[in-house]
């Protein structure tokens, strides 16, 4: 099981990263797209908000620095 206190919501992750909500979410389909992500590290829960962990977290921390 995941801690729920490791389960961060988009508006979360934008805060975290200093990036608007839309660009996470550009972020997000893209490392999807790229098979960098998986459906266990980030889903979408509504239109507009996705549900992320710390491995997915730290990917998009590493793609906004290169």
């Given amino acids: 099981m995941i801690d729920i206190n490791k389960v961060y919501i988009t508006k979360e992750v934008a805060t975290l990263l ?8 550009r972020l997000t389909q893209a490392l999807l797209t790229e098979g960098v992500l998986t459906s266990k ?13 710390d491995l997915a977290l730290e990917q998009l921390r590493f793609k906004i620095k290169r």
């Fill in 41 to 53: 590290d980030v889903r979408q829960a509504n239109k507009g908000t996705y549900l992320f962990n």
């Fill in 18 to 25: 200093n990036l608007s909500s839309a660009h996470v979410i």
